[in-house]
Structures are given as structure tokens and as C-alpha cells.
């Protein structure tokens, strides 16, 4: 930012020195201790008698504790006309600071501001075709935004098996900032679940209890997620029903059967690899 109005930046030195709890008649005194410099030669600074050396204005903000960039906020707000407004970036409305030009000054500048309904709205100015709104305008020299964070969707990955320990081990070595991990023990309060909100991906040992998981498949695949990741896991590889695993694999696009034991760290690369980053 330059700084060429010396008798303004007196008076924020002077500001910045009273929020930090020094009193007006010591604002002379702590400049010239500051600076080593006589109090007439601070004097004159305080009262834009004198210029200031930028080197001089970081040691006196820097005496009081204060950043730099805090007191330009400071100054920016004292020298400038400063408001809250709304920026439409072509999807969303953004928040942002707009530091208006004076209301006298020549020529256009890129972006202006119209006041619409007490709020401060900011337009491109060769956006503004209206002769009305076009003398209203005031130009805009800065625009500071305030982006959003964006919230990061997290998959969802439910996790069947009668073993609450391995369900408890995958939850735990899965789960992070990236996926939502429930667990389920029977099949039955699974399928609850995939019809009232399905998920992303399934984690499923093929025989739960006396059942296999074949019809739970089928309805994963009508649900509203039908193309979500279903990973299958079993214990039993040689004892399973060869028509039903065959029709999952080939009807249903399961991913295995993976024969248990088999490593978390495996099975989170595989859930890894269906949702790349």
C-alpha cells in the first residue's frame, strides 16, 4: 500500500499507539525513545510535518506489539471508505471488503459498487448498462474476499460381518478424514439401512449367521447407489455356494470373494483405489 498522506498516518500511528494502552501525551515521548530521535523531530512526524522511512514505521508498530498487516487494516479503514459486501463469482454469493475509491475521483475501474436494499453489491462495471445505476456507482479500489471452506463430501462404507472384532479393526483402520464407516453384525439391519439412505461402498463377509449376503447383493443393485463398491470377504472359500458367488461375481460386479484372513492395509488400498483422490 503507499503512503503518501503524511498527516493521515500521523494520526493512525497516533490511534494504533492508543489502542495499545499508550496515552496521547506520551504518543511524543515513545516516538522519540522508539526512534532515538528528538521529541520536536517525533513531533513532526505526528503531525505529518516530516515524512516517515518505512524502516522507522515498522519499529514504532513493532514497539507496540502490533503487526504490520493489523495496522494497514487500521489505516486502510481511517484513510478509505470501507464496506461489508456481496461478490457473485458466477455461482455463489461471496462476502468480501471493498474499499471504495473517493466519491470525486476520475475514470472507471474494473469493479464497482451499488447499493441495493441497504447492501453494498459488487458488479463489474462494464457489467452495469443501466445510465441510472451507472452514476450511482462508486469504483472500488481493493476487494478483499473472504473464501469458504469447502466442505469435503465423505464417502460412506458400510461394513458387515458377525465377527465384531474384524468389523471393529476395519472400522478403525479405515475410518478417517476421507470415509464415514458404520458397522453392522446381521444382515437384516443392513438391508434396513440401504433402504433408507445406500451407501458408497460395502465391505461384506459372504456367510452372516445362517444366510449368505447373494440377496443383500441383488438389492444393492436396485438401490439408489446401485454402482457402489461391494467388497466381498469370506472364510469359507471352499464351502461356498459356486452358482451364487459365480452369479455375484458375474451379474453383480463384486470385488473377491477375498478369503479371510486377509489385512486391513489391503483392504483399505482396494477401498482406496475405487475412490481416487
Not at 487500521?74 to 475509491?101: F, P, Q
Not at 465377527?163 to 479393526?169: A, C, F, L, T, Y
Not at 472400522?171 to 470415509?179: A, H, K, L, S, T
Not at 463377509?205 to 463398491?229: L, P, Q
Request: glycine share 4%; net charge negative; aromatic share 8%.
Amino acid at each position: 500500500m503507499e503512503i503518501n498522506n503524511k498527516t493521515a498516518l500521523g494520526e493512525v500511528i497516533a490511534k494504533a499507539l492508543a489502542m495499545r494502552g499508550i496515552p496521547k501525551q506520551k504518543h511524543i515521548s515513545h516516538t522519540s525513545r522508539v526512534l532515538d530521535i528528538t521529541t520536536a523531530a517525533a513531533q513532526k512526524k505526528l503531525t505529518g510535518a516530516s515524512n516517515w522511512e518505512v524502516s522507522q514505521l515498522i519499529r514504532v508498530v513493532d514497539s507496540i506489539g502490533m503487526k504490520m498487516s493489523d495496522f494497514f487494516d487500521i489505516y486502510s479503514y481511517s484513510v478509505n471508505e470501507v464496506h461489508t459486501a456481496i461478490w457473485n463469482d458466477g455461482k455463489t454469493n461471496v462476502k468480501c471488503k471493498i474499499y471504495l475509491t473517493d466519491i470525486n475521483s476520475n475514470g472507471p475501474t474494473e469493479y464497482s459498487a451499488l447499493k441495493i436494499n441497504d447492501e453494498w453489491v459488487v458488479f463489474r462495471t462494464d457489467d452495469i448498462k443501466d445510465d441510472v445505476l451507472f452514476e450511482s456507482k462508486r469504483n472500488i479500489e481493493m476487494i478483499q474476499l473472504y473464501p469458504q471452506k469447502q466442505n469435503v463430501k465423505k464417502h460412506r462404507i458400510a461394513i458387515l460381518d458377525d465377527d465384531k472384532n474384524i468389523v471393529d479393526s476395519l472400522q478403525e483402520i479405515i475410518g478417517n478424514d476421507e470415509y464415514v464407516v458404520d458397522p453392522f453384525y446381521n444382515i437384516e439391519s443392513l438391508e434396513v439401512s440401504l433402504n433408507n439412505s445406500p451407501y458408497d461402498a460395502y465391505i461384506l463377509d459372504w456367510v452372516v449367521g445362517a444366510r449368505t449376503v447373494f440377496n443383500t447383493i441383488k438389492e444393492i443393485r436396485k438401490s439408489e447407489n446401485k454402482n457402489a463398491m461391494i467388497l466381498v470377504l469370506t472364510g469359507q472359500l471352499s464351502g461356498i455356494v459356486d452358482r451364487e458367488i459365480a452369479s455375484a461375481i458375474n451379474d453383480y460386479d463384486i470385488t473377491g470373494p477375498h478369503e479371510k484372513p486377509i489385512k486391513a492395509s489391503v483392504i483399505k488400498s482396494l477401498v482406496d483405489k475405487h475412490f481416487p483422490k
